[in-house]
Structure formats: C-alpha cells, structure tokens
C-alpha cells in the first residue's frame, strides 16, 4: 500500500501519521521527490482502514500495491534511483560504462587494461577474481589475488572496481570492493542476497539463465528488504532456442523494468552475446532503449584469454565503441 502525501504538510504531521502507521505493525518506506513525499507500507496492510487514511487532511491518495515486490516498485518510489560508487553515478539519466576482462588474471593484465578503458572513458572497472564457471577443471579465478591485483588497478587508474561474490562466506575479503556482483547464477542465491543487504554496498544484480523479470525483482527485493537501496539490475541474456548466440539479449526488459522500477537497468552484451563482433551493435541498441550502462568485457589478448575469450573487445574495439555509445545517447534518450 501506498500514501501519497499532500505537499508542503507540516514536518510533525507527517511524523505522527508514521508512527501511528508503525504502531500498527507495519514498516515504512519513505521517498522524497522533488513534488511528493510517498510512503510505502511494508508488512500487512489487510487491517489497515483506507477510508480512515484517506480522509486525513494531509493525505493526498491511498493505493494498494498488489505486486509482491515493494521496496523496487516504481510506486513506492516513483522518482529514479541514482546509485553512488564514489563520484561516478548510476541512473535517472547518469549513463555509466563498467568495462575490463573477464577474469583478472595478472598485474599486468589488468593495470594495462584498466589504463586503457580509463582513456576510452568508463567509468568503473570490472574484473573477476571469483569466476563461477560450469567446468570445474576450468579456470576458477585468482581468487584473493586477484581481488588485491584489482585493488592495485583501482590505485593506478582512479577507477572503482567491480567484481562477482558468489559466496556469504568471502564476504570478509569484499570489504574494499565498490561494486559487488551477483552473477547470473547466484541471481536466487537468497542467503548472499540478505547478506548483501547488510552491507550497504552498491550491487550489480544479473538476472538469471532463465529467470523472468519478477523474479529478478524478487531478488533485488531480498537485498533492499535487508536495508540496502542500492541495487543495479542488469539484462545479461536469458536462455532461449536461439541456436548461435550465447543467449538471447532480452533488450524489451529495459524500458520494461524501468516501468515496474526506479531501480537503475544496466545492459552486458558481451554474456548475451558470446561473440565479440555481436557486442558493438547491441550494446548500441541496448543505449538506444535507454539502459543505464553498459559492462562490457574487453581483453589486450582476446585469443590467450583464460575465460571467455570469444566475447571480448579489444581495447582500440571498446574506444570505437564508447564513442558510438555517446552519439547514440544524444539522439535517442527513451
Ligand atoms: C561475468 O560477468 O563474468 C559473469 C560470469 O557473468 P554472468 O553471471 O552474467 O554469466
Ligand atoms: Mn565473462
């Protein structure tokens, strides 16, 4: 349920209708735009009187928000979220570009990429030194090296990392991460999900193989019931019968998700894709429906990559590419 308050009410008015409204039991979430002030009741709402809330002088309308998800619902919030890492910032209108390789996999690798995506002008670093992959005799990752090795790419560069945790149990070594992502395939791991919700933390959410748009916001539900407001949603491919592409990039979820959410919506085009020529017009047709970002995989030695090597632009490819990405935003922001 929803209340939408009247404006310019008196601060202590509004405070007692909050506490009378806790006192029922019932959690509120409280978004200040620039017009309206809304609250969103949380918990169960079956008991609480309408007609009595609409009839407060202060009160402007009363709505019930039938679907499950609350905290991501454009109607609790009907203002964009703008997510913070550092300066840089994610959504209502702020476009962000989060490019690197795959897998960290050496000193070298990863300060001469991120000094390159740094002069193609993205704004974070992606690199992954936990990689969730389906053989368990390919290349798992450098793990905590390669979470320091990131760290020393952030020092070099300026730019904030971002990097998969795949498990509640390394949350410890996460600490001096700026972006946490949950991979595709931990999108309904709910145990990290809740943790996640306790740090505070930005979180770049991928949707699942072959998970729908509710249930990624299910998901995103998990970590911002916990406390955390601070989620970014991204379309990474969901699985079809699509026969010669890695997945299939579900591009309608963006203005989609916009409609249901005032979460930021990022794109990957490089896990949607799987073939690295496939990245440049996508990721333009994923600015051109108005996504939020983009996090694209780029590599200095695409054919000696330790993982997805296929997908990946090489650097002078991804400046190419940056540069459509702009032109593309000044013509067609949805
Ligand atoms: C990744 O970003 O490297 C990755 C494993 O992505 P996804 O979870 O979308 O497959
Ligand atoms: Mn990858």
Not at 37 to 46: E, H, N, R, S
Not at 142 to 159: F, I
Not at 168 to 180: C, S, T, Y
Not at 260 to 273: K, M, N, R
């Amino acid at each position: 349920m929803i209340v939408i308050l009247k404006p310019n009410i008196a601060q202590q008015k509004q405070a007692q209708l909050i506490d009378w409204l806790k006192s029922m039991g019932l959690g509120v979430h409280i978004s200040v735009g620039e017009f309206q002030t809304v609250l969103g009741l949380i918990g169960d709402t079956t008991k609480v009187d309408i007609d009595l809330i609409s009839s407060l002088d202060i009160v402007e309308a009363v709505k019930r928000v039938t679907e499950t998800f609350k905290c991501c619902n454009r109607k609790f919030h009907p203002e964009d979220t703008v997510v913070s890492v550092g300066s840089v910032k994610i959504g209502g209108g702020n476009f962000c570009m989060i490019a690197g390789p795959c897998s960290v996999e050496s000193e070298e690798q990863i300060v001469g990429i991120a000094k390159d995506v740094k002069a193609a002008g993205a704004n974070l670093l992606r690199g992954g030194a936990f990689k969730p992959r389906t053989s368990p005799y390919d290349f798992q990752g450098l793990r905590e090296v390669g979470l320091e090795l990131l760290k020393t790419a952030r020092a070099e560069t300026g730019l904030p990392i971002v990097t998969e945790i795949m498990s509640v149990a390394d949350l410890e070594l996460f600490e001096d991460i700026d972006v946490l992502q949950v991979g595709a395939r931990n999108m309904q791991n709910f145990d990290l999900l809740k943790e996640l919700g306790h740090t505070g933390k930005p979180i770049l959410l991928k949707r699942g193989l072959a998970n729908t748009l509710k249930e990624l916001l299910m998901s995103a539900e998990y970590i911002m019931a916990s406390g955390n407001e601070n989620v970014i949603l991204c379309e990474r491919g969901i699985r079809t019968f699509g026969d010669y592409l890695r997945n299939t990039l579900d591009l309608s979820a963006v203005p989609m998700l916009h409609e249901l959410s005032h979460l930021p919506v990022i794109v990957d085009p490089s896990h949607a894709t799987g073939i690295s020529r496939i990245v440049p017009p996508m990721a333009l047709a994923a600015a051109a429906c108005g996504c939020d970002g983009l996090i694209i995989e780029v590599h200095n030695d695409p054919p000696h990559a330790l993982c997805d090597g296929a997908q990946s632009l090489r650097p002078e490819e991804y400046a190419a590419l940056a540069k459509k990405v702009s032109a593309i935003r000044e013509i067609a922001v949805c």
